[in-house]
């Protein structure tokens, strides 16, 4: 999808969203956006006098340019080095000074900075995020000696785990032309040759009002927030945003198959993936019956999978489904299982097909789906005792093509999914075309 | 544009805290059961944490593993529900019933809706008074368990935590492996996990922590009803006191991977040390204060050296440790090694700067409270610090105790604790340019 900068003309304007009967109330969140189009979302809980701040930029790996991967994640970590205003460490220094907490993190779609603190903070905590959304300055030696610290963490998140590697692998051979198909930490060889020029140019051209949520959750109300935005974030000038474009998926036509040995691997595992529909890719209706179907088919062990193959069969030790909706691009519906020792893993694909030929012919059962709804509504629930768990729903929602009202209609949706949808989703989802096969096995013979 | 903030919000921050404190009441249950309550009813649910004294550490010898084999299994059917029977139930209730087992305790911890709150509790106690321990069930999980245990024996960190607990503490209980081997796995029967059961799930030997959208006598109903068939009385710990094997031993693993990992540690001291404050204090200028400690700086700000950098004081029933870990390349491990010494040299000869004091005192008084966000953080809170034999007034006193600790005492407790030549490290990797100063395999 294509996010447009909208300059300087939308007028500032506050919704509060009442959502419907039955669910009234999920987390009635408050918004409105600035003139330099920075979107702003209050989640008010006053339980504690505590208050998270989120900033997420609709800038992720799957936007950087060919040969600069990792350099969307680089620059989250640049982001703590200072600005023109604020000399290094002083932003971390005074988050913790009264015992806070802050952190960032990187995903293919969205790159969010996050600081938990006591109310009387939150101005300072906008001051200083407001103040690195403009003016960061990094100096070459900071570029060099960072460098290898995301080269440290590559090594420690992937190098060292042949599991990871492998995930790597099957990860890029889900997708043959979106950008997905390269991690988000970066390919080593590209992480080495970003420069400083490479992530001010990825900042400069990402980290603008226009292209941010700002999302705070916690004990502070709309008429307290609102001057505090406008006075910190409000001088901060639009930027004129490139198109959110990126190369497309085009119809996957064969079945993919991987495997890896590796002399540290103790057992096979075997994972099937599907290249499949999220809220912002392809049959987009599908996505919130899959959600429900995976839950169904693998997400527990009263699921499908599980009782077929680890309770009926006895051939695996686990067997589940995974499914992510919240993309902005085409997502996986993955089935994983880890094979009894010794196991043949024809008969484990066997197993697998069996269940899955049997979902797209019968469809699940209603009392299954029944466990999974109310599972998933409930979840809602409980996921508002959260915080930090609340603000990070609207962020991700917000900078994947989804809207506020999208999160707070979730429990009705998710009450209105009906057999017949879930059964159209699996029979949508399992083409053969569409995956990749992946079997992990050890490498008998030489382990250390 | 940064203002420098006077110590006004110090004390603002230190009234926030008793403000909060005052929610938590004591209460008894009609059955006699004590617990800390909070009654949060702002969303529709309730939370019940529970801890057991005495875990993994009082495992029989040979029966490694037990206690989170039990874990696993405490879930897997109980009176006349089998395990796909109980697990449906607790779906069709929406129930969370997270049964966890730690070196020296078991914990429980129940979630619910309000609405369901009777049926959650009556799952308790039916998973803690009548657990099946179908042989299906326990083949199954111990199948599990064996895979996990062979995956542990080649990932890098699980070697590190391994070996510097068997290492480190040789003999003692501390040093056995809690998730077993596959030798002690297929040992474990029906019988080891009743017996365990039986021994350590009883009314004298656990602390509660309740919050949520529940008043005092609704909850003490509900404890009666989840915990009042549980025995009256515990067996006896039998674990001895122990400390840290630190005689400036340093041990590699070798294995054929890219990154190294090391861990070191020395003898730190246990919850109840009345020098708990200044050694927290000194540890989050050392290592513990994420972004801003001085081997965050000094290993990873200045000289990429790692990723992962860190100390953290580890206090536990029989000892304590300071403990701190890192992973670099394999080329730069010796070097990062002496980097860690030489830091812990210095703050062993000088201690901390007046302002590293200051900013210490205020982080600790502040991240307490900033961490009670969740009905579920304050019940884990609340279980903890009864572990801990804290007293309820703890909450009032804590700050206090935390502006009480001078310049002095973490210079005293620098030097007491903080002995670079006796640093137990170990290794996992295939470090260039390391010495061991012993073999281990």
């Not at chain 1, 959600?291 to 030790?317: C, D, F, N, P, W």
Request: with cysteine; glycine share 8%; hydrophobic share 40%.
């Amino acid at each position: 999808m294509i996010v447009r900068a909208s300059l300087g003309f939308v007028t500032a304007l506050i919704v509060t969203l009442a959502s419907a009967a039955a669910w009234a109330g999920l987390y009635n969140p408050k918004t409105f956006t600035l003139a330099n189009g920075l979107q702003v979302v209050l989640i008010e809980d006053h339980r504690a006098p505590i208050v998270t701040q989120m900033v997420w930029y609709r800038a992720g790996s799957a936007d950087e340019k060919p040969g600069k991967s990792g350099i969307a994640h680089f620059l989250e970590h640049l982001m703590f080095k200072g600005t023109s205003k604020v000399p290094a460490g002083e932003f971390s220094a005074t988050v913790a000074r009264f015992g806070g907490r802050e952190n960032a993190f990187t995903s293919t779609d969205y790159t969010a900075y996050f600081q938990t603190v006591a109310t009387e903070q939150l101005e300072r905590m906008m001051e200083l995020e407001a103040d690195r959304m403009v003016n960061l300055t990094i100096t070459a030696e900071q570029v060099d000696s960072e460098r290898l610290v995301i080269l440290e963490e590559r090594r420690s998140r992937i190098d060292n785990s042949p599991a990871s590697q492998f995930a790597e692998q099957v990860q890029a051979a889900q997708y043959l032309a979106y950008p997905y198909r390269i991690p988000v930490i970066g390919w080593e060889h590209e992480m080495r040759g970003l420069t400083r020029e490479d992530a001010l140019d990825w900042y400069r051209t990402h980290y603008a009002p226009n292209n941010a949520v700002l999302v705070v959750a916690g004990n502070v109300t709309l008429e307290q927030l609102r001057p505090l935005v406008e006075r910190y974030y409000g001088p901060i000038p639009a930027r004129a945003l490139p198109p959110r474009l990126r190369p497309d998926e085009p119809p996957q036509r064969s079945a993919r198959r991987l495997e890896m040995t590796h002399p540290r691997v103790t057992d096979v595992s075997w994972r099937r993936g599907y290249t499949a529909p999220s809220y912002g890719w392809g049959e987009k209706q599908h996505a919130l019956p899959l959600q429900m179907l995976a839950e169904v088919l693998g997400g527990s062990q009263t699921s499908h999978l599980y009782r077929a193959l680890v309770i009926e069969k006895k051939v695996a030790t686990y067997a589940g489904a995974f499914y992510s909706a919240g993309n902005l691009g085409p997502s996986q519906f993955v089935l994983i299982v880890n094979p009894v020792a010794g196991q043949d893993i024809v008969a484990i694909e066997r197993a697998v097909e069996d269940v899955v030929r049997d979902v797209i012919a019968n469809g699940v059962d209603a009392a299954d789906l029944e466990r999974a709804r109310t599972g998933m509504q409930a979840s809602t629930i409980f996921g508002r005792d959260s915080v930090q768990g609340a603000a990070r729903v609207f962020g991700a929602a917000l900078t994947t093509g989804r809207t506020i009202e999208d999160i707070e209609s979730f429990p009705e949706r998710v009450e209105a999914v009906t057999l017949d949808q879930v059964k159209a989703a699996a029979k949508a989802v399992f083409d053969e075309a569409r995956s990749v096969t992946g079997v992990l096995r050890p490498r008998s013979g030489d382990r250390s | 544009m940064i203002r420098l903030r006077s110590f006004i919000v110090l004390a603002c921050l230190a009234w926030a805290l008793p403000a909060e404190a005052s929610k938590v009441t004591p209460i008894t249950s009609p059955g006699g059961l004590k617990a800390w309550h909070v009654h949060e009813p702002s969303i529709p649910i309730v939370t019940i944490n529970v801890a057991f004294r005495g875990g993994a550490a009082t495992e029989p010898i040979g029966k490694e593993g037990l206690a989170k084999m039990l874990a696993s299994l405490m879930d897997e059917g109980a009176g006349d529900m089998d395990s796909q029977a109980f697990q449906r139930r607790l779906q069709e209730l929406a129930v969370a019933l997270r049964f966890d087992s730690g070196r020296d305790s078991f914990s429980l911890s129940i979630r619910t809706l309000t609405k369901f709150r009777d049926e959650a509790v009556a799952l308790a106690d039916l998973a803690l008074t009548k657990p099946r321990f179908d042989a299906e069930a326990i083949e199954r999980i111990r199948a599990q368990v064996a895979q996990n245990i062979r995956r542990r024996s080649q990932s890098p960190d699980a070697i590190l935590s391994q070996t510097f607990f068997k290492q480190g503490f040789p003999g003692h209980p501390y040093g056995r492996s809690s998730e077993g081997s596959e030798e002690s796995i297929k040992a474990i029967s029906a019988e080891d996990l009743r017996s365990f059961l039986l021994g350590r799930f009883a009314k004298d030997n656990m602390v509660i922590g309740v919050v949520g959208d529940v008043d005092a006598a609704e909850a003490g109903r509900l404890l009666d009803r989840a915990f009042g068939g549980l025995p009256a009385k515990s067996l006896p710990i039998d674990v001895p006191e122990t400390r840290l094997a630190a005689g400036g031993d340093t041990l590699i693993v070798r294995r054929p991977v890219p990154q190294s990992v090391v861990m070191w540690g020395l003898p730190g001291i246990k919850r109840n040390d009345p020098d708990f404050f200044p050694v927290t204090l000194l540890n989050h200028v050392l290592g513990g204060g994420g972004f801003n400690s001085r081997l965050y700086e000094e290993v990873r700000e200045k000289r990429g050296l790692a990723y992962s950098v860190y100390s953290s004081l580890v206090p536990m029933d029989r000892t304590g440790i300071l403990l701190g870990g890192l992973g670099t390349q394999n080329e730069r491990v010796a070097e990062s090694i002496e980097v860690l010494r030489s830091q812990l040299r210095d703050i062993a000869e000088h201690g901390i700067r007046p302002e590293e004091l200051t900013a210490a005192k205020t982080y600790t008084a502040g991240s307490f409270a900033l961490r009670l966000d969740s009905n579920g953080a304050i019940a884990a809170t609340l279980v903890s610090l009864q572990m801990n034999d804290l007293g309820i007034d703890y909450l009032d006193r804590r700050v206090e105790l935390i502006n009480a600790v001078t310049l002095a005492d973490v210079q005293r407790v620098a030097r007491q604790l903080i002995r670079p030549e006796a640093m137990f490290i170990v290794t996992v990797g295939d470090p260039q340019g390391l010495q061991a100063t012993r073999a281990v395999e």
